[in-house]
């Protein structure tokens, strides 16, 4: 006779909360505000900013852990967040989000009616920017996209995000904006701290390790209330996070991606595509920052291609 799977339940008080921060005190305190209302069993920051107003904030406020990490990078923060925590869920936010007050109850829903449940997310809202020839393009060249209803990971490069999400559906990644984890998760593996500093996959790269692992086990829920401030403090500039964006997904593709001849005809195929896009950006509009968008990017593919054995083995800061 088949044994039944035992089920577990859970609430609130099951639920770490992780938000690691970089000299943002003003978003920080919004953020933690937003989280008094609910009785998690904590709340954790990890605060890796350059002075101690940060910290000032953090201490003013009643039962917030706070932790300090020398070293400015989100997922060292992450790890270290999570290592600290004791819940039985983890969840991760950035320091510029504001929750709603249905937001932990949503989550806590696809937990509790979803057994095989690893990891969830909640859906966030943002406008569709792209013409129908644009997300025509995109489409063609396996490259991000907003389609409805899609969480798919098409490529190194392709990230699908639903412009519309009607239900909670299986995801093949999640965002980092917000993510819950369970705790089994990190028994498992870790955020990979290859990716120093600011990074634009480390939340790909982990929740598609799981995925890769345990199919049907990520999910997105529309129904969890969170808004995205989208802060521009310590945000790099244009040349640093070309650079950071191309290593990043160089990084992924052998790491994550390198799956067998197809995918790699989709990674050169996609750096294709991005070409073309960044040249008829800088030529229809013949703004400065376009052209010099196309003159980073163009740079930073010539360095990858010639550093390809050092991002292979994760060496990918070393172009700082």
């Not at 197809?262 to 996609?270: D, G, N």
């Amino acid at each position: 006779m088949k044994k039944k799977k035992s089920f577990v339940s859970y609430g609130i008080r099951d639920l770490s909360v992780i938000i690691p921060t970089y000299n943002r005190p003003d978003d920080i305190a919004l953020t933690l505000s937003s989280l008094r209302k609910f009785p998690v069993k904590e709340v954790i920051v990890v605060d890796q900013s350059k002075d101690d107003r940060t910290k000032r904030v953090v201490k003013s406020i009643k039962n917030i852990t706070y932790l300090y990490s020398s070293q400015p990078s989100i997922t060292i923060a992450r790890n270290k967040g999570a290592k600290a925590s004791s819940g039985r869920l983890v969840c991760f936010i950035d320091d510029d989000v504001t929750l709603g007050k249905n937001y932990f109850s949503e989550i806590l829903k696809v937990f509790n009616e979803n057994p095989d449940a690893r990891a969830a997310a909640a859906y966030i809202k943002e406008d569709a920017k792209d013409s129908p020839f644009m997300i025509l393009l995109k489409k063609l060249f396996f490259l991000s996209r907003r389609e409805n209803e899609r969480t798919d990971v098409v490529s190194s490069y392709g990230n699908l995000y639903p412009i519309h999400l009607a239900k909670t559906k299986n995801t093949q990644w999640l965002p980092g904006v917000n993510m819950v984890y369970k705790r089994e998760v990190f028994s498992e593996q870790q955020f990979d701290e290859n990716l120093l500093g600011y990074t634009v996959v480390e939340d790909m790269d982990f929740s598609y390790r799981l995925y890769m692992r345990h199919h049907s086990s990520l999910f997105l829920t529309p129904y969890a209330d969170i808004v995205h401030r989208a802060s521009s403090i310590e945000r790099y500039p244009t040349r640093k996070i070309s650079y950071l964006n191309q290593v990043d997904h160089f990084y992924f593709n052998f790491k994550d991606m390198n799956k067998g001849i197809l995918q790699q005809f989709k990674f050169i195929w996609s750096l294709l595509g991005i070409t073309l896009l960044r040249k008829i950006s800088a030529l229809t509009s013949g703004k400065k920052e376009n052209i010099l968008r196309l003159t980073f990017y163009l740079s930073s593919l010539i360095y990858c291609f010639t550093h390809l054995g050092q991002i292979r083995k994760g060496r990918v800061r070393n172009f700082q």
